[in-house]
């Protein structure tokens, strides 16, 4: 499993990068997109010809035309037959964004959504938006110049109207009644931060400065589970990527992932996803091999 990092090809908008898929098949090569991918970016497809399959997370999605599929920072991907695709491609860093857009995105479930089947379809407004960032970022040799500084802004506040208007169609649960508070968004980005070295509440509570009871009603509210659960799902979500992806030992993970053994490993994962971390690898490997 490769970590691609962010390189843009234009230093001058360091932050996000406008391409199509065509151009990144070229630049990078085949090889580089047959193998499994870690992008430590966010990537955005939006489909405009063919037909392909583009595995995320454990989910193989069909892509066609219309379709966008978006990868966020750290998910492990797996691409089908780029060459079969065309369309675009928007990667941009996590500072791309200002936070009050990432935690309505997050609100909204845009997050937690990788596929948006016809999203483009019939010019609605997230295709004009991606149209806007595009011409933004492709001007056309004659056009007057614009200055950097309000390039880079209008970059930035086109691709989080553009993320605003898909996320507000996300499919995988209803939209909040209310945003959630910013205490939860500082317990999810810890989380993010420290699991793989803090698994209990307390350790949580104490960092933010909350009782547990307040973040354990924060998570049941905004996440649909405890903050336990939270946390324990975030850590058996990094156990099943290194599983099925990484060929080290069990131990190696359970070490990786701040365990003092593989033996409490093993009963944590066990007693989190019925069954255990050798079976669940060993399920994985035999459905690749059948795929």
């Given at each position: 499993?490769?970590?691609?990092?962010?390189?843009?090809?234009?230093?001058?908008?360091?932050?996000?990068?406008?391409?199509?898929?065509?151009?990144?098949?070229?630049?990078a090569g085949l090889a580089e997109f047959?193998?499994?991918?870690?992008?430590?970016?966010?990537?955005?497809?939006?489909?405009?010809?063919?037909?392909?399959?583009?595995?995320?997370?454990?989910?193989?999605?069909?892509?066609?035309?219309?379709?966008?599929?978006?990868?966020?920072?750290?998910?492990?991907?797996?691409?089908?037959?780029?060459?079969?695709?065309?369309?675009?491609?928007?990667?941009?860093?996590?500072?791309?964004?200002?936070?009050?857009?990432?935690?309505?995105?997050?609100?909204?479930?845009?997050?937690?959504?990788?596929?948006?089947?016809?999203?483009?379809?019939?010019?609605?407004?997230?295709?004009?938006?991606?149209?806007?960032?595009?011409?933004?970022?492709?001007?056309?040799?004659?056009?007057?110049?614009?200055?950097?500084?309000?390039?880079?802004?209008?970059?930035?506040?086109?691709?989080?109207?553009?993320l605003l208007a898909l996320a507000g169609?996300?499919?995988?649960?209803?939209?909040?009644?209310?945003?959630?508070?910013?205490?939860?968004?500082?317990?999810?980005?810890?989380?993010?931060?420290?699991?793989?070295?803090?698994?209990?509440?307390?350790?949580?509570?104490?960092?933010?400065?909350?009782?547990?009871?307040?973040?354990?009603?924060?998570?049941?509210?905004?996440?649909?589970?405890?903050?336990?659960g939270l946390i324990d799902r975030r850590?058996?979500?990094?156990?099943?990527?290194?599983?099925?992806?990484?060929?080290?030992?069990?131990?190696?993970?359970?070490?990786?992932?701040?365990?003092?053994?593989?033996?409490?490993?093993?009963?944590?994962?066990?007693?989190?996803?019925?069954?255990?971390?050798?079976?669940?690898?060993?399920?994985?490997?035999?459905?690749?091999?059948?795929?």
């Amino acid at each position: 499993m490769r970590r691609i990092p962010y390189s843009p090809a234009d230093a001058q908008r360091s932050s996000i990068e406008v391409t199509t898929i065509d151009r990144i098949r070229t630049r990078a090569g085949l090889a580089e997109f047959a193998a499994l991918q870690r992008p430590d970016f966010e990537l955005l497809l939006a489909i405009d010809r063919g037909e392909s399959t583009h595995e995320v997370d454990f989910a193989r999605y069909a892509l066609s035309a219309g379709d966008v599929l978006w990868v966020h920072l750290g998910q492990v991907q797996l691409w089908g037959d780029m060459r079969l695709l065309e369309g675009a491609v928007v990667m941009f860093s996590p500072i791309a964004l200002p936070p009050e857009t990432v935690a309505l995105l997050r609100s909204l479930g845009g997050f937690s959504q990788n596929h948006w089947p016809g999203a483009t379809t019939g010019g609605g407004a997230f295709a004009v938006l991606l149209a806007g960032l595009t011409a933004l970022a492709t001007e056309p040799p004659g056009t007057p110049a614009i200055a950097p500084q309000a390039l880079t802004h209008a970059a930035r506040h086109t691709l989080a109207a553009a993320l605003l208007a898909l996320a507000g169609t996300t499919t995988t649960r209803a939209v909040p009644e209310a945003e959630p508070p910013e205490a939860f968004h500082w317990f999810f980005d810890e989380v993010e931060r420290g699991f793989a070295e803090h698994r209990t509440t307390a350790w949580y509570a104490r960092r933010l400065g909350y009782s547990e009871r307040t973040l354990n009603r924060l998570a049941r509210a905004h996440a649909g589970t405890s903050a336990k659960g939270l946390i324990d799902r975030r850590v058996i979500l990094e156990a099943k990527r290194l599983l099925a992806h990484e060929q080290i030992a069990v131990a190696a993970i359970a070490a990786r992932l701040g365990f003092d053994d593989a033996a409490n490993f093993s009963k944590y994962f066990r007693h989190r996803t019925g069954t255990t971390p050798g079976a669940f690898r060993d399920g994985e490997r035999e459905e690749t091999r059948g795929s």
